[in-house]
């Protein structure tokens, strides 16, 4: 387990470096980005379409906006590049005997990492200007919702693409559609009563209220949904190791 750990460290420095290398913004692409994201859809929504906050929700519609867009970006960039992860590494596959799931787990670690970056910034500023409730633990809740969330999907994606290299072209639209069906730029009371019933089918519409709830204390899904939740990605996540490890041996020879 402690080599499994400095190993999982290892590769998570090398990510993050290695993403960031050479460029003039470095690390602060981490805040860039989401800002220029949100920004965007400030301005559609908010000067464009002049929406309000939802009711009873204590900061501004782009704050809304940043509550929900921060956790999703995460979510996006951490299926996006575990997908390929094992294609992209196939030199180490192919050479090292090491846990490849590793590196899956090292995609996804470098996302949350970034993602938490822009958190935390966003944390500060709720702070410091007095418009949030922050709530650590149910921030805490929050991570870890979203990585058991991810982990089972990872797995499971990056053994695929091994076998189906079209799979990582095939998820953007699946990955938009996901953001689109998720009360991420609108509030889950606008959605029609006909459409509603299928929101508990989705996990991510969870994950965006408890991340609302942990910074704004707006109300935070029921306990007993997340638990439910909660024990069904805990199956998914077991499932989607067992898959790896099972299509495992066959990636050296497909790299």
Not at 117 to 134: K, M, Q, W
Not at 139 to 168: E, H, K, Y
Request: proline share 7%; hydrophobic share 60%.
């Amino acid at each position: 387990m402690k080599n499994k750990l400095f190993l999982l460290s290892e590769l998570l420095r090398r990510d993050l470096a290695a993403r960031y290398a050479g460029s003039f913004a470095g690390p602060l692409w981490a805040v860039l980005n989401p800002a220029v994201v949100c920004g965007l859809y400030a301005f559609v929504f908010v000067a464009v379409w002049k929406l309000p906050p939802p009711e009873g929700f204590r900061g501004s519609f782009v704050e809304f906006l940043l509550a929900g867009v921060l956790p999703w970006m995460g979510v996006q960039e951490a299926i996006t590049r575990a997908t390929t992860v094992v294609a992209d590494q196939a030199h180490l596959v192919k050479k090292l005997r090491f846990p490849i799931e590793m590196l899956v787990a090292s995609a996804v670690g470098a996302a949350l990492v970034i993602e938490a970056a822009g958190i935390a910034l966003f944390t500060l500023y709720l702070v410091l200007s007095g418009r949030g409730a922050v709530r650590p633990g149910v921030l805490l809740v929050a991570f870890a919702f979203q990585l058991l969330l991810l982990a089972g999907p990872a797995l499971i994606l990056a053994a695929l693409n091994v076998f189906f290299r079209d799979l990582s072209q095939i998820l953007p639209p699946f990955l938009m559609i996901g953001f689109y069906l998720t009360p991420i730029l609108y509030p889950e009371e606008k959605v029609p009563h006909v459409a509603a019933r299928f929101l508990v089918l989705n996990p991510l519409r969870d994950l965006v209220a408890l991340f609302r709830a942990a910074l704004f204390g707006a109300p935070a899904p029921p306990i007993g949904r997340v638990v439910a939740w909660s024990l069904v990605l805990v199956v998914v996540g077991f499932i989607g190791m067992r898959l790896f490890r099972r299509c495992r041996p066959s990636f050296a020879d497909l790299l």
